[in-house]
């Protein structure tokens, strides 16, 4: 079995580089994953296991081996794996994956969708508390419109807890999303400040999609003038915005009590 010893050798070297930089990760179409739950729920999502590096003081060659008996294993030493891992709870085991396709046409959607679309969201950390809302929800789809951030970037893995691969996921322009959704016959409900009604009174129970924007300027004019509806959670304090993932919680978790849940 191989073994890893210095972070100077050149595929330690390559791992960094996938670690930090979106053009590794799409040039390699490969990205790193860190923790047993977390390599374990992306097995079970599909994601293919090129390699895992294990530190033995932590995980043992067999407890690496049941994860994916198929990968390809290498032991590592403390100071490679610290050199990787960006926790120090990660139980001493990485894994080399192969990203999916995050195209629209691959999307598989059932005959009534309730799908979440964000638009150009920034903050690793809102982009993760909307995956795992979707996965709690059981969604159909996460479509990021005009991404910002790579969704392979470890800030995302680590802040999803996973649910980076527990739901389908798909990437487009504006635009491509906007005709994806009408060629579909799915009704798309956006979260904005202009010309909007209560988000309560609106119809959940069809295809749907609810589509919602930035803290910072919110929706683009495309979505608020092509939309079945614009839709808004009314706000009693001071402020006129809150955090993108807790108005998206809200707006999906009352499609879901008009589905029954």
């Known amino acids: 079995?191989?073994?890893?010893t210095s972070i100077q050798n050149p595929h330690i070297k390559s791992l960094v580089q996938l670690q930090e930089k979106a053009k590794?990760?799409?040039?390699s179409g490969t990205f790193l994953i860190e923790g047993k739950r977390e390599i374990s729920i992306a097995i079970k999502g599909g994601y293919e296991i090129e390699t895992?590096?294990?530190l033995p003081e932590l995980c043992s060659e067999t407890e690496a081996h049941q994860l994916s008996e198929n990968a390809e294993?290498?032991?590592i030493n403390k100071e490679v794996y610290q050199k990787l891992a960006y926790r120090?709870?990660?139980e001493g085991i990485l894994a080399i994956a192969k990203t999916k396709s995050l195209r629209l046409s691959d999307l598989e959607l059932s005959e009534n969708p309730l799908i979440l679309v964000a638009e150009a969201p920034?903050?690793?950390?809102n982009i993760g508390a909307l995956l795992r809302t979707a996965d709690a929800a059981n969604l159909d789809a996460v479509i990021i419109a005009n991404p910002k951030s790579d969704l392979y970037n470890?800030?995302?893995?680590?802040s999803s807890v996973g649910c980076l691969f527990t739901n389908q996921i798909a990437t487009g322009t504006t635009a491509e999303i906007i005709a994806f959704l009408k060629e579909r016959k799915i009704n798309f409900y956006c979260a904005t400040l202009q010309n909007s009604t209560s988000y309560h009174t609106q119809d959940y129970t069809t295809p749907t999609a609810l589509v919602v924007g930035t803290e910072a300027t919110g929706l683009t004019a495309a979505w608020?003038?092509?939309?079945?509806?614009n839709i808004i959670i009314p706000m009693q304090g001071e402020i006129d915005s809150m955090n993108v993932s807790v108005a998206a919680a809200i707006l999906i978790f009352e499609a879901k009590r008009q589905r029954g849940f």
């Not at 079995?1 to 890893?4: A, F, S, Y």
């Not at 920034?122 to 950390?125: L, N």
């Open 73 to 75: 294993l290498i032991e």
């Open 122 to 125: 920034e903050k690793p950390g």
């Open 24 to 27: 590794a990760r799409k040039q």
């Open 88 to 90: 120090d709870t990660t």
């Open 52 to 54: 895992l590096l294990f």
């Open 1 to 4: 079995m191989k073994q890893i």
């Open 224 to 229: 608020r003038e092509e939309a079945t509806h």
């Open 154 to 158: 470890p800030n995302i893995v680590r």
